[in-house]
């Protein structure tokens, strides 16, 4: 196996990981930090899958940069997002809703 | 040399930047001239797409692929540039009135103009990551619009609807990530040669993820969940702009993908989507029948038809079932701009949201209560509406290709509009109780509200010229 497959694989793992936990976690905290785990095993895929005879592609390289600035823009959102509604009602989870 | 395809993605990144600048009340006026420029161009272009016959490309910076990133337009991109215009305009117009002196509408305009720019973007672009780029520019916007709202009722929503983008647009990227891995390219063009019938299993496993991905964010029921609290419990003007506009922009990316590239790998999955779709048309219309809340009504009929989209994937063989979906969106985005705009007239005048609040509408709102007609005319299929003519087309196609169970399910689809918009309707001629008040609202809302009803049902009488635009280049 390359290193570069070793690469992909984890990321297919972290993948399935970060959204599991998205689905899962309640607290909204590691529910955002779950959404990060789950761009960086993509990231790692495009990266590592990449890989031609050991040389690097710098197409997807330049690809994952674009990608971690569209998650960091997501990431602020989201904090945003929950500081607010941490500032509402003292609660770190979603709330219910009202009518069903 | 103006280009317009590039125009329409630089022209509202400016106004949306300005208007941030400006405060809303000059970024409102500055919003509705630059989208009154933008249809032009939008029109301009699909002239030229439509007398030329064939789709126009443009390197941005003069750098083509793979350097650069090439934009591309056919007669489904410019269909889309074009409706996505005609649909902000008068929602533009209505929504600052809508806004005046409400603290809701301070960040409205920058937003809506990212969210356009988006868009547009997402509409021309030719390669899989840029839009994957554009999915999120488009997804961020919409977040930021449900939570401009600020309560915490909002702010869930908004959380829940970003989780839910987040999660599908994670999903498409980890697929192009594959895709780039079995053929070392992301452009649409360049991978249509290469995906073939025996590709090997990693394709199919892309294409699943991308495909589902953007079930996700189209909200194809069972993945519809999340929509109806985001539309439901936004302000009206976004509510209008989500259900019109941002829910067909990943609906448009799955037809792409189904049409270009993936095209080998996805007949199999077809009658999966059609059935999903017919899933979506009677449960989204059962909970609309059911709603207490007319917003939340008019969220649950986006469900159902949205469905209607989906029935069109095992017809595509022939293009009519292409141009189908196309009036599908275009009768949809108008009417729904239009009724939900109309809703949220009722509910400035009235100050609550219920369906049962609606008695005495037809003495003191007469106007807007012909918006929602006409609209809920375009929703069932009336003729002569556009929403009539995709209704048929579908049949049509349908029961040419022998498939008569999907015609079964969009005339029952017909059926089951009706029986929710005139439940409205029914409720808006009671009369009114004694001692209700009614605030008199700005007639500039009453007004758009209409302009978009009327613009879905006399769409149907212009349906030529659009379905042929749809069909240049597919």
């Not at chain 2, 519809?224 to 609290?229: D, F, K």
């Not at chain 2, 809703?343 to 918006?371: C, N, Q, S, W, Y």
């Amino acid at each position: 196996m390359t290193t570069g497959m070793l690469f992909a694989l984890v990321g297919v793992v972290l993948f399935a990981m970060g959204v599991a936990g998205v689905i899962l976690i309640g607290h909204l905290l590691r529910r955002i930090l779950a959404f990060n785990v789950m761009g960086n095993g993509a990231f790692l895929v495009l990266v590592g899958l990449a890989q031609r005879n050991g040389t690097p592609d710098p197409v997807p390289q330049a690809m994952v940069l674009t990608g971690i600035v569209v998650a960091v823009a997501a990431t602020a959102l989201a904090l945003a997002l929950v500081r607010k509604l941490h500032a509402l009602t003292g609660q770190l989870e979603l709330p219910e809703h009202a009518d069903d | 040399m103006i280009d317009p395809l590039v125009w329409l993605i630089l022209l509202p990144l400016a106004w949306a930047t300005l208007a941030f600048l400006l405060g809303p009340g000059r970024g409102a006026w500055l919003a509705i001239a630059a989208l009154l420029v933008q249809w032009c161009l939008a029109f301009v272009l699909a002239q030229k797409v439509g007398a030329g016959g064939t789709a126009l490309t443009h390197a941005v910076g003069g750098w083509g692929a793979p350097l650069g990133i090439d934009l591309a337009v056919d007669g489904l991109s410019a269909a889309m540039l074009l409706l996505t215009q005609t649909v902000a305009l008068p929602l533009a117009i209505y929504a600052r009135s809508y806004f005046k002196q409400d603290p809701a509408g301070t960040w409205f305009w920058p937003l809506m103009g990212f969210l356009i720019s988006g868009l547009n973007a997402l509409f021309v672009s030719a390669d899989l990551f840029n839009l994957y780029v554009t999915l999120e520019l488009i997804g961020l916007a919409a977040v930021g619009l449900v939570a401009a709202g600020g309560g915490a009722q909002q702010l869930g929503a908004a959380l829940r609807y970003l989780f839910a983008a987040l999660l599908g647009s994670g999903a498409y990227l980890l697929g192009v990530a594959l895709l780039y891995g079995a053929y070392g390219t992301v452009s649409i063009a360049s991978l249509l040669p290469l995906v073939s019938d025996d590709a090997p299993r990693l394709v199919w496993i892309a294409g699943g993820l991308m495909v589902v991905g953007l079930m996700l964010k189209t909200a194809l029921f069972p993945f519809h969940y999340w929509l109806p609290h985001a539309h439901g419990g936004a302000p009206a003007p976004v509510s209008a702009l989500l259900s019109a506009l941002v829910v067909k922009a990943s609906f448009y990316l799955i037809l792409r993908l189904w049409l270009g590239p993936l095209q080998p790998l996805l007949p199999t999955f077809a009658w999966l989507m059609a059935l999903l779709g017919a899933g979506a048309i009677f449960w989204g219309s059962w909970q609309a029948i059911r709603a207490e809340k007319l917003k939340r009504l008019i969220a649950y009929s986006t469900v159902a038809q949205l469905g209607y989209l989906f029935l069109i994937f095992p017809l595509l063989a022939e293009t009519v079932a292409l141009k189908a979906g196309v009036m599908q969106v275009f009768a949809h985005g108008l009417a729904k701009a239009g009724m939900f705009a109309a809703a949220g007239v009722f509910i400035k005048a009235t100050g609550h949201d219920t369906v049962a609040g609606l008695a005495g509408a037809v003495e003191r709102m007469p106007v807007t209560l012909i918006a929602f007609g006409l609209a809920g005319m375009t929703l069932m299929g009336l003729p002569p509406s556009s929403g009539f003519l995709a209704k048929w087309q579908i049949i049509e196609a349908a029961l040419a290709q022998g498939h008569w169970i999907i015609a079964v399910v969009a005339l029952a689809g017909g059926l089951l509009a009706a029986v929710y918009v005139f439940r409205v309707l029914r409720q808006a001629f009671l009369l009114a109780p004694e001692g209700g008040t009614v605030a008199p609202v700005p007639r500039a809302l009453e007004w758009s509200a209409l302009a978009l009803a009327v613009g879905s049902v006399v769409l149907g009488l212009r349906g030529v010229e659009l379905m042929q635009l749809a069909g240049v280049g597919a």
